[in-house]
C-alpha cells in the first residue's frame, strides 16, 4: 500500500496510506488531515484541495490536465508545484509521494 | 446558549456537513447524524454520471471512512425522524427512541417528484437519487437498447450522455422548449442540445409522457402525450424533487417552498436550523427573494455558516451559488444565478462548446455560464462575489476575457 506524507502549513506531518486508483485528495481526507477541503468532492470544480508537490517528486508526477491548470489559477498562491489532489490517483510509483498544503484553501 | 446535544436530522450532503464541521470548529458536545439509508454518508453527483459508468468505486463516494464517525464522535444513526417534539425538544424516531437536542438541524433534503402516469411503477422505471437507484440502474443501462429520458434537466441529460456513451439508442422528452431551460440561458441550452444530438441523443421538446408500457411486467415502450409508441427497454425521470417537509411541517414550522429560514439559517423556532435543499431562504444573490437550492456548494457553505453560528461565530448566509454538470465531454460550470436576465454576451467559441455566457440584468452582471472553460469560471466566482461593475458593452468589446478583467479590478 502506497504512503503519502502530507505536511500541513503548520509544518505537522502525516503519513498516510493510500489505496492504489484512490485520489491523494480522498486518501488525506480519509486519513482525516486537515488542510484539504476538496468542496465539490474531486469533480475538479472548486480547486480547494490545492497541494505543492515536493521538489524531488515533481519529475515524476504526471502534469496537470487543462482543466485542472486553469482551475488552479484562482488556487491561493498558484506554483510550478501546484496540484489539485483530486486529480492525482494513486498508484505504486506514488509510494512515498511529499506534498505540502498551503495556508489556505480560498 | 448550552449546546450539549446538537441532532441533525438526514446524513446527505448538508447533515454530514454540519457534524463535520462543527468538530472541525471545536463543538465538543454530543452530535447525532440521523440517516434513513444505509451505510455511510455519501456524495451524491456521481451517481448519475462516474459512479454509474463504473469510473468511480463505492467507496469514492464516501465523505469519509467509518472510523471517522467514530474518531470524531459522531453518532450516526439509521433511522426515520417521525416527529418533532418542540416544547420538549425531542425528535422521535420510527425505532421508538426519542432524542433530546439543545438545537435542531434539519437537513431532510427532498425526494424526486415522481412520474404521473399509467405505469411508473413498472419493473424498468427509474429516477436517480440514492445510491441503490444507481447501484440497480447500471448493469440495466449497460444492457439498454433503447432508453428513454423524461426530464431534460441536469439529472435526466447527464444520464442520457451516459446511457449513449454506452450505445443506447437515447430519447429525451421534455415538456419545456430547450434542455435545462429552468437553470441556464437559451444560448447555454442550445449548445447542449446541438452536443447532445452529436452523441446520439434525440430530442422531443414541449413533449411529455402519457403512459408507459409493459410486457410480462417490465417495460417496453412509453406512449408521448401526442401519442406516438417510443420503445423503451428502461425509463428513467428527472422532472425535479419535492422537498422533504412533513416532520417539519407538522412541527408547525413556517413552510413556504420548503422550510422557511432567516438570512442566519433558522427556522421559525430559534432552536432549530434548516439548510440544504429543503431550506428555503433569502437570497443575496437573488435580489434577497427566497429561493430555495439543489446544489453541493449550497449544503457545505450553508452547513459552515450553520456551524459556526452554533459555536459563537454567526454570520448571515451570503454564499455565491455555483453549480456544475459533467455531460459526456462538456464540463458545465455556473457561477450566480441567471433568472431573469435580459441581456448576454458570449465569449469564446460556441463551435468548439467552448464558451463562456455572461448574463445581465439591468446591465448588472448576475451569472456567467462556462462551458469547458474553468478559468472562466472561477473568474466569475470572484468578480460575481463583489458587487460587479462589468456591464455587457465591456464584456462584448474584441477581445475580451474574464480572467484579465477580474485580475485587473482586483479591489
Redesign the interface.
Known amino acids: 500500500m502506497p504512503v503519502l506524507t502530507l505536511i500541513e502549513f503548520n509544518g505537522t506531518e502525516h503519513r498516510v496510506n493510500a489505496?492504489i486508483?484512490?485520489?491523494v485528495m480522498?486518501a488525506a481526507?480519509?486519513a482525516?488531515v486537515?488542510g484539504l477541503q476538496a468542496?465539490?468532492?474531486?469533480?475538479?470544480?472548486c480547486?480547494t484541495c490545492h497541494a505543492f508537490i515536493d521538489d524531488a517528486w515533481l519529475a515524476r508526477v504526471p502534469a496537470a490536465e487543462e482543466?485542472e491548470s486553469?482551475?488552479l489559477?484562482?488556487a491561493c498562491g498558484r506554483a510550478e508545484n501546484s496540484r489539485l489532489t483530486c486529480q492525482l490517483i494513486v498508484s505504486d510509483a506514488l509510494d512515498g509521494l511529499v506534498l505540502r498544503l498551503p495556508e489556505s484553501q480560498y | 446558549m448550552s449546546l450539549a446535544s446538537i441532532v441533525i436530522v438526514g446524513a446527505g450532503q448538508a447533515g454530514y456537513q454540519v457534524a463535520a464541521s462543527l468538530r472541525?470548529e471545536g463543538h465538543t458536545g454530543r452530535i447525532v447524524l440521523i440517516g434513513d439509508e444505509p451505510g455511510l454518508p455519501y456524495?451524491r453527483?456521481?451517481l448519475s454520471k462516474a459512479y454509474l459508468l463504473g469510473k468511480i468505486?463505492d467507496?469514492?463516494l464516501?465523505?469519509?471512512?467509518a472510523d471517522?464517525f467514530a474518531?470524531?464522535n459522531i453518532e450516526l444513526i439509521h433511522d426515520q425522524a417521525t416527529a418533532i417534539d418542540r416544547i420538549n425538544r425531542r425528535v422521535l424516531l420510527a425505532s421508538g427512541e426519542a432524542l433530546s437536542y439543545d438545537h435542531l438541524v434539519l437537513a431532510t433534503g427532498a425526494h424526486n417528484r415522481p412520474l404521473a402516469v399509467p405505469g411508473a411503477q413498472l419493473e424498468g422505471v427509474f429516477g436517480i437519487k440514492t445510491k441503490l437507484h444507481a447501484d440497480t440502474l447500471a448493469p440495466l443501462v449497460h444492457a439498454a437498447r433503447d432508453v428513454v429520458v423524461v426530464g431534460a434537466g441536469f439529472i435526466g441529460l447527464e444520464f442520457a450522455a451516459v446511457a449513449a456513451a454506452l450505445g443506447a439508442n437515447v430519447h429525451v422528452l421534455e415538456l419545456g422548449d430547450r434542455p435545462m431551460a429552468r437553470a441556464v440561458s437559451r444560448e447555454m441550452s442550445e449548445v447542449f442540445r446541438k452536443a447532445h444530438e452529436g452523441w446520439g441523443v434525440h430530442f422531443d421538446f414541449r413533449q411529455g409522457l402519457a403512459s408507459i408500457e409493459s410486457d410480462n411486467g417490465k417495460v417496453c415502450a412509453v406512449i408521448t402525450s401526442d401519442g406516438r409508441r417510443l420503445p423503451a427497454d428502461l425509463v428513467v425521470f428527472g422532472i425535479g424533487v419535492i422537498a422533504n417537509v412533513q416532520i417539519a411541517s407538522e412541527a408547525g414550522l413556517h413552510i413556504e417552498n420548503g422550510i422557511k429560514v432567516d438570512a442566519h439559517l433558522l427556522t421559525s423556532d430559534p432552536q432549530i436550523s434548516a439548510l440544504g435543499d429543503v431550506a428555503c431562504f433569502p437570497c443575496l444573490h437573488n435580489d434577497q427573494q427566497p429561493i430555495r437550492l439543489e446544489s453541493?456548494?449550497n449544503a457545505?457553505d450553508q452547513a459552515r455558516c450553520i456551524a459556526a453560528r452554533l459555536m459563537g461565530k454567526p454570520a448571515a448566509y451570503e454564499a455565491l451559488p455555483w453549480f456544475?454538470t459533467?455531460q459526456g465531454a462538456l464540463?458545465l460550470?455556473i457561477a450566480g444565478l441567471s433568472t431573469g436576465y435580459d441581456s448576454s454576451v458570449i465569449v469564446g467559441s460556441p463551435e468548439t462548446s467552448q464558451l463562456s455566457v455572461l448574463c445581465f440584468r439591468n446591465d448588472q452582471l448576475i451569472a456567467v455560464e462556462s462551458c469547458?472553460?474553468?478559468?472562466d469560471h472561477?473568474?466569475a466566482?470572484?468578480i460575481l462575489a463583489r458587487a460587479p461593475q462589468l456591464t455587457a458593452a465591456q464584456a462584448a468589446a474584441p477581445g475580451f476575457e474574464l480572467?484579465a478583467w477580474e485580475v485587473a479590478n482586483r479591489p
Not at chain 1, 468542496?39 to 470544480?45: K, L, M, V
Not at chain 2, 464516501?62 to 471512512?65: I, V
Not at chain 2, 469547458?372 to 478559468?375: E, F, K, Q, V
Request: aromatic share 10%; hydrophobic share 25%.
Open positions: 489505496d486508483g484512490q485520489s480522498q481526507n480519509f482525516n486537515p468542496d465539490c468532492g474531486g469533480a475538479c470544480s480547486a482543466t486553469d482551475m489559477d484562482y | 472541525q456524495q453527483p456521481p468505486a467507496t469514492a464516501l465523505f469519509r471512512p471517522f474518531t470524531q453541493v456548494q457545505v456544475w459533467d464540463k460550470q469547458n472553460r474553468p478559468g472561477m473568474a466566482r470572484k480572467k
